[in-house]
């Protein structure tokens, strides 16, 4: 046995295991993670090692307030586990980097990847566990919790890291413009325009932003972080490294934007990019609109946030990986360029969505 694995174990066991199983989850300068899979004769056990600015002995026993309400609320989560030392979570040197380490039980569902794709999805490609989601972060929501004194890793208008200065958005719009600035400065007046309309639009949702509901989210409920059962169903969830408290449409939006609306890719065109079809982008807000409507059934919307979500979708996806991994391949092509700068306008400057009328009055 490996002296360094060794030495993790021994922290949480006192006898040696049967068998372990090491598996490298990330290793970023920033963000390592290490997870080592422990067999007992009787038993299974989970230590996870990260190594990152967002990972703290505090946020793991805050884990354990958001794992008891889950559970209040019918979701599971494996219990995370007590060291030797009396702990829930123990700092170690592993690798040359400071981490935290904390074991937790072997989940006693499924995750996504094990099993086979027939089970979670169904005839259309949508996820059997779609609406049980939705549905999980809407009954979430409607608690309004508060006892979790961290943000989201998804968090707007606000850093998530120890060592960050701005939220993601931020980031990528800053990104975008130096870009832009470096290699296309044929293309900066247009940029320039776009830049007002996106800081006008921000202007505005800031405005509205931190009167929200809020709420305490596990904020990650994509892929292997889902527990399955037998049928595809959402049982629970794994995985709390991002959770924290969260804006509750926040949580709505990005879960549907980037992981259950579901719209298939349009035939793309001479005159559309692959990155961006209108069509596409209309099936897309008709997606967010009735995910909003089956969250009615578990969480119930205010006026505010109605009017906030059109700038909230506009401050989210206009400008983030997609559209700067897109001008990278097409910085060099004027017409694609002027494509993607009219894509994005488009959206910047949308102003039929549906949101406040699906929100508040239950009709499309």
């Not at 002296?3 to 949480?12: G, H």
């Not at 990005?254 to 793309?268: A, D, H, R, S």
Request: aromatic fraction near 16%; hydrophobic fraction near 40%; include cysteine.
């Amino acid at each position: 046995m490996d002296k360094q694995i060794k030495t993790i174990i021994e922290l949480f066991h006192k006898e040696n295991p049967i068998k372990y199983t090491f598996k490298e989850i990330c290793l970023k300068a920033d963000d390592s993670r290490w997870i080592i899979f422990v067999d007992f004769p009787k038993d299974k056990f989970v230590i996870k090692i990260a190594a990152n600015n967002f990972t703290s002995k505090e946020r793991v026993t805050g884990w354990l307030k958001i794992i008891a309400a889950y559970k209040d609320l019918g979701y599971y989560s494996p219990a995370i586990l007590k060291s030797i030392n009396g702990n829930y979570s123990e700092n170690i040197i592993f690798n040359s980097k400071s981490c935290i380490v904390w074991e937790e039980e072997y989940a006693k569902y499924h995750l996504y990847s094990a099993l086979d794709k027939s089970v979670y999805t169904d005839k259309t490609g949508r996820y059997v566990y779609h609406n049980d989601v939705l549905a999980f972060i809407g009954k979430a929501a409607q608690k309004h919790y508060d006892f979790f004194p961290y943000k989201s890793g998804f968090v707007r208008f606000e850093p998530f890291g120890d060592n960050e200065v701005t939220d993601e958005v931020s980031e990528c719009v800053k990104t975008l413009n130096i870009l832009v600035k470096e290699n296309a400065p044929q293309h900066i007046p247009r940029w320039e325009k776009i830049y007002d309309l996106f800081m006008e639009n921000r202007q505005r949702l800031a405005g509205l932003y931190s009167a929200l509901p809020t709420s305490v989210f596990q904020s990650d409920h994509f892929r292997d972080n889902l527990l399955l059962d037998e049928t595809g169903h959402l049982m629970g969830v794994i995985d709390y490294n991002l959770a924290g408290c969260d804006t509750c449409i926040n949580v709505f939006l990005y879960t549907v934007l980037f992981g259950y609306n579901y719209v298939k890719p349009q035939i793309n065109e001479a005159d559309m990019l692959p990155e961006y079809n209108p069509v596409r982008q209309d099936l897309m807000i008709q997606s967010i609109l009735d995910s909003l409507d089956y969250i009615r059934q578990f969480y119930t919307f205010n006026e505010a946030e109605a009017y906030a979500m059109l700038p909230l979708y506009k401050y989210i996806s206009c400008i983030e990986y997609t559209q700067i991994n897109a001008f990278k391949k097409y910085k060099n092509d004027d017409y694609k360029l002027n494509l993607l700068f009219d894509a994005i306008e488009h959206e910047l400057i949308r102003s039929e969505d549906g949101f406040y009328r699906v929100m508040l009055h239950n009709s499309k």
